[in-house]
Nanobody
Framework: VQLQASGGGLVQPGGSLRLSCAAS????????MSWLRQAPGKDLEWVAS????????YYASSVKGRFTISRDNTKNMLYLQMNNLKPEDTAQYYC????????????WGQGTQVTVSS
């Protein structure tokens, strides 16, 4: 199983980024997919999750209304569109997968760094 996150970078407050996660080695369409993040010196924080068929999405209150999780099961890809970014969004972002539930995270990617700063 491999999850390869990409798309991070340095962006000014109020800007946007789109993260991508390429999945391989398992049946992507059977997996609940999630994004989590970890800022320096802070605990891991769940950001968003999406059902295996994309029917339902869930967001942390800190990102709701600004971030959108989506997936393309034909391409084995997961996305996180991040708008109106704030300095507190600065973190390493990880994609994760689990076949059982959107609240479980069995498989992890290596992470991509997002830095929001002027």
């Amino acid at each position: 199983v491999q999850l390869q996150a990409s798309g991070g970078g340095l962006v000014q407050p109020g800007g946007s980024l789109r993260l991508s996660c390429a999945a391989s080695g398992f049946t992507f369409s059977n997996q609940y997919m999630s994004w989590l993040r970890q800022a320096p010196g802070k605990d891991l924080e769940w950001v968003a999750s999406i059902w295996s068929d994309g029917t339902y999405t869930y967001y942390a209150s800190s990102v709701k209304g600004r971030f959108t999780i989506s997936r393309d099961n034909t391409k084995n890809m997961l996305y996180l569109q991040m708008n109106n970014l704030k300095p507190e969004d600065t973190a390493q972002y990880y994609c994760a997968a689990d076949q059982r539930s959107y609240t479980s995270f069995t498989f992890w990617g290596q992470g991509t760094q997002v830095t929001v700063s002027s």
